[in-house]
């Protein structure tokens, strides 16, 4: 999918809690083709919305809040998925936002 990205000029990028170590091993394993930042202090996650209460197997934590936002080469927000629910269908779900800006 990368490659459909980049034949639109859009970099992609990634922020986790996690710190540079477990971001180098996690891009490793999988093979990512993508930058990961680490926001070991949830700023940025918590001004996304991406940092919060979250229910996984009936219990509450808080965690990451997977989500995604478009940004344009202006830096302005043209849209945000506060909740991804299909991580696997959410990468077309971008592209065809892309081509419709």
Not at 6 to 32: M, Q, R, W
Not at 33 to 46: S, W
Request: net charge negative.
């Amino acid at each position: 999918m990368n490659p459909k990205f980049e034949a639109l000029n859009t970099i992609v990028i990634g922020v986790s809690p996690d710190g540079a170590a477990s971001h180098h091993d996690f891009i490793c394993k999988y093979d990512l083709p993508f930058t990961l930042l680490c926001d070991e202090e949830k700023v940025m996650l918590e001004k996304y919305g991406a940092w919060g209460e979250r229910v996984r197997f009936g219990k509450k934590s808080m965690g990451v809040i997977r989500s995604a936002v478009l940004i344009d080469g202006d830096g302005i927000v043209q849209q945000h998925w506060s909740k991804i629910v299909d991580a696997a269908a959410h990468p077309q779900q971008v592209l065809d936002a892309i081509t419709s800006v």
